[in-house]
Every structure is written in structure tokens, then in C-alpha cells.
């Protein structure tokens, strides 16, 4: 599929979904709240005024990742930081190659700037990331493979040498990490060379989805020409979310408090849930915050609008992923939210399914 496209067909489904109870699409931890650090207003210095390149938050940035300044550029989010790494790195004409099945919004904004999109296939139902089918579907055409590790929607990790293998096929490749950090212990790929370039954010698994602090990760030279699109773009990040998001990278390891407990109960509780499903296939959860289930008999859609209309619950249908016999479920939200929700899309399998 080609063509230019001016919107993303799934983040405006999402947004526009009434809310429900036991919400199983949500695709990120507990909302982390600021106001128990009693923070005084006077020192968000609310002046309007700019602050070029914010060093501090850069620094702290660099410093998390293991990375120097230098290579650190800001954005508006995770989806902000993957616009302007592809603005800098693709122009008209040219062709990426993404990974299938995939998050459409990625693919959406490499289509609005022009790009003609081609797909390699991750397996189910694992879909682990096969550097073999990677380099099997490269052209020489191709500018740019896009990734997301963890994979979204399927939670799969490439590991350190499946990355490097990638980076060495001659190809710049961009990583969407906003998952990274559900994964102990693993490091962004831009540790691993300049082919790389790698976003994230304070969002999916810290739960600061409102202070909009994403970045990218990128050689200097590359860098250097993504903050000049910045500013073409947005001029400045709000100094206000800089000043907080600067907090809140000092406190960290505070603000993720508990959430690896919460996940490892909430895959647990998944895992259980899918061993006792014949309708459905999954691989294990495992570091995941999201899975990917395919649905064996019945359609995704209508059990998605049985468990809205009966059970006050939500999944995301497969086909804004590219798999329409899938769909993608959620396990960061609390525990007894995620088990009763679990509970209610049991009931509604034993009727649509």
C-alpha cells in the first residue's frame, strides 16, 4: 500500500472510544502521579520563555541511555520523535521497509512524508524479529527499515545480537523503544552503532503519558539536523513538562516503583488466563506490557463489540496492525481491573467465539 495519508486511522479510533471499566486496550502502565512530590510552582519558572535545547533534561536523558548529549534530540512524545527522525532521514520516493504486523501510526507518518511502504513478515506466534527475513525483503531501493522493540503489538524482544545483525545489513535503521524499559536489563540499540537510531519516552512504561517527553537517539551529525526539523516543526518543548520531565528522570527508579511487580502479576494472570483458551493462540507473555491473540474461530470485531456492549471491557482489533484475526490486549493497568477484565473476555469467547 502506498500513497500519501494525512491521518492515523488508528490512534483516531482510539480516541475516540468511550471509556469502560475493565479497560484491556490501554497499552500502558498506572498514570504516575506528580503531585506527591508537593513540587513548588516557582520552580517550573512558568516565564514563556524558551530554553534552547533544555541541557539539564538532555543530559539526564544521555545520561539513562548510556548515551553522550550529543546525540540527544527532544520531541513531543514518542510519536513526535519518530516524525522527526523519518522527516530527517526519508524524503518523497523513497522506500522503507517496516516490519508486519505493525503499529500503524508509524507507517502512517512515513506515508505522509511520501515514502512507499513494503513489509517483511514477524511470524506468529512469537514474532520474533528474523534478520534473515529482513535482509530477504531489502531492495536497493530501501532507505530505512523501521522496528519496534518491544515489538508493538505483540510484546516479542529482539535481543542484542538480532539487533546487530539488522544494523549490519547497510540500511539506517529506526527503532521505536517505548517498550525497552519493560525488558530488565536490556540497552537501547543506538548502543551498537550509527545505523541505528532510536526513540522512547517517559510514556508506555513510566506512566507520564502528559508530559510529553520523548526523544531520539542518532549519531551527532544526524542529531544535529533532527533539531533544526525541531525547531522547524515546534520551535521549543514547553519549558514547563522540560522542568518536570527533568524530575521526574532524576527520580526514576521512584516513579517506576512498583510497576515490575504489577507486570510480572498482570503476564502471570495472562498467561494462566490463555493456557485455559482453546479459541485462542498466543505465545507466553514474558516482558510483554501488550499481547497479540489470534482469535481461531469467530470474528475480532464483533467480540470486541460484545465486550464493549455486555462486559464494560475493550481490546483493539487486529486490523489497525495489519492481522484482522488478532487483536491486541493490554496488561498494565491494576491487577484486579486486568484479572476482571480477563474474567468478562472469558464470558464473551464462550458466546462469539
Known amino acids: 500500500m502506498s500513497g500519501r495519508v494525512l491521518h492515523s486511522d488508528y490512534m483516531y ?3 475516540n472510544q468511550a471509556p469502560v471499566r475493565y479497560h484491556l486496550a490501554s497499552s500502558e502502565v498506572p498514570h504516575f502521579a506528580m503531585s506527591q512530590w508537593a513540587i513548588d510552582p516557582a520552580a517550573l519558572e512558568l516565564d514563556g520563555a524558551s530554553r534552547y535545547r533544555y541541557p539539564p533534561l538532555r543530559e539526564a536523558i544521555a545520561r539513562r541511555t548510556g548515551v553522550t548529549a550529543d546525540r540527544v534530540v527532544m520531541a513531543d512524545g514518542t510519536s ?5 527522525a523519518m522527516a530527517g532521514l526519508i524524503a518523497p520516493g523513497d522506500e522503507v521497509l517496516a516490519e508486519h504486523p505493525v503499529y500503524e501510526p508509524l507507517v502512517a507518518a512515513a506515508r505522509f512524508l511520501g515514502a512507499e511502504v513494503r513489509h517483511f513478515a514477524r511470524r506468529g506466534p512469537v514474532f520474533a524479529l528474523d534478520p534473515d527475513a529482513v535482509k530477504a525483503a531489502l531492495t536497493p531501493r530501501t532507505k530505512l527499515i523501521i522496528l519496534t522493540n518491544l515489538h508493538n503489538p505483540t510484546g516479542s524482544l ?3 545480537e538480532t539487533m546487530r545483525a539488522i544494523g549490519a545489513l547497510g540500511v539506517r535503521v529506526l527503532v521505536d523503544e517505548v517498550y525497552l524499559d519493560a ?3 536490556e540497552r537501547t540499540a543506538a548502543s551498537l552503532g550509527d545505523a541505528f537510531v532510536c526513540t522512547s519516552s517517559l510514556t508506555k512504561v513510566y506512566g507520564l503519558s502528559g508530559l510529553r ?12 539536523r533532527l533539531w533544526r526539523l525541531n525547531e522547524l516543526f515546534g520551535v521549543a518543548q514547553g519549558h514547563a513538562s522540560e522542568r518536570l520531565s ?10 517506576a516503583g512498583e510497576t515490575p511487580a504489577l507486570l510480572a502479576r498482570n503476564r502471570a494472570l495472562a498467561n494462566a488466563f490463555f493456557a485455559g483458551r482453546d479459541e485462542l493462540e498466543v505465545a507466553p507473555m514474558v516482558h510483554n506490557v501488550t499481547c497479540f491473540p489470534r482469535l481461531k474461530r469467530g470474528d475480532v470485531d464483533a467480540l470486541n463489540l460484545r465486550l464493549r456492549a455486555d462486559h464494560d471491557t475493550s481490546i483493539v482489533p487486529g486490523r489497525f496492525f495489519g492481522l484482522a484475526d488478532h487483536f491486541r490486549l493490554g ?7 486486568v484479572q476482571g477484565g480477563l474474567d468478562r473476555l472469558g464470558r464473551a469467547l464462550d458466546t462469539v467465539a
Do not use: F, S, Y
Open 80 to 84: 513526535m520523535a519518530n516524525m522527526l
Open 246 to 255: 527533568l524530575m521526574a528522570l532524576q527520580r526514576l527508579d521512584e516513579v
Open 331 to 337: 496488561v498494565g493497568g491494576p491487577t484486579e481491573m
Open 183 to 185: 525488558a530488565p536489563g
Open 13 to 15: 479510533w482510539a480516541k
Open 158 to 160: 529482539a535481543d542484542t
Open 213 to 224: 517527553c520523548g526523544w531520539i537517539l542518532a549519531e551527532p551529525v544526524l542529531a544535529e
